[in-house]
């Protein structure tokens, strides 16, 4: 299995404003995604993660709230921006290895609007 | 896109009970994964199961894919057994291994 990490683990931010997660895996991977996990609901797809392109959003999410990054295989970084309290969820990066068809996620971000 | 129901959503059990987890999906699956989430919000990976049978100790699964359920067996629960089950699937053809979950299984476990 792939070691994630990401940072920061939680937060607590003022609504109106952005945050940076950092995702970060120790070995390449071929696909990495975002997931949200709003309070006591299940996990959503935000968007994939595609290296060196844009990212690709699933219905619901645009990218100028969710803007994505991801500059090599083994990092991507997700925005939250303009906050407000709706925001408020757990946010996971996941990676899925050639060959493995099987995907991991990372420890997460509890992020608290007020 | 693919459906996923799980059932129960929630389970209290006693310690040392056995329990069973269902997943029922609407369409073919490439890929099928149970995960336990933990209090503390971290998914750990229990079975990857598109078909077929695993046991990994106390745990064991079963995906019987043309009927497109899958089962999640616990046996002798513990305490650390407690928090909530998924079910997350690939659907077939989808091209993009994207995982769509169930709503979960809340599991609590008492002395």
């Known amino acids: 299995s792939a070691v994630i990490s990401q940072k920061p683990s939680r937060d607590i931010c003022q609504r109106g404003t952005s945050l940076t997660i950092q995702c970060q895996v120790d070995?390449?991977?071929?696909?990495m995604f975002w997931y949200r996990q709003q309070p006591g609901q299940s996990l959503t797809l935000i968007a994939t993660?595609?290296?060196?392109?844009?990212?690709?959003?699933e219905s619901g999410f645009v990218i100028d709230k969710f803007p994505i990054s991801r500059p090599n295989l083994t990092f991507s970084t997700l925005t939250v921006s303009n906050m407000s309290p709706e925001d408020s969820s757990i946010y996971l990066c996941?990676?899925?290895?050639?060959?493995?068809?099987?995907?991991?996620f990372g420890p997460g971000t509890r992020l608290t609007v007020l | 896109g693919i459906q996923v129901e799980q059932s129960p959503p929630d389970l209290i059990l006693q310690e040392g009970a056995n329990s069973t987890l269902r997943c029922n999906f609407s369409?073919?699956?490439?890929?099928l994964q149970w995960f336990h989430q933990n209090p503390w919000g971290q998914l750990i990976n229990l079975f990857y199961?598109?078909?077929g049978t695993k046991q990994n100790g106390r745990l064991s699964a079963t995906t019987v894919a043309t009927e497109r359920y899958s089962l999640l067996y616990i046996s002798s629960s513990q305490t650390t057994d407690s928090g909530v089950y998924f079910c997350?699937?690939?659907?077939?053809?989808?091209?993009?291994?994207?995982?769509?979950f169930g709503k979960g299984t809340k599991l609590s476990v008492i002395p």
């Open positions: 996941s990676v899925d290895r050639v060959n493995y068809n099987e995907q991991f």
């Open positions: 070995s390449q991977v071929t696909m």
């Open positions: 993660a595609n290296q060196g392109s844009e990212a690709t959003y």
């Open positions: 369409d073919s699956v490439n890929n």
């Open positions: 199961i598109p078909s």
């Open positions: 997350a699937v690939e659907g077939r053809g989808a091209g993009s291994y994207q995982l769509t």
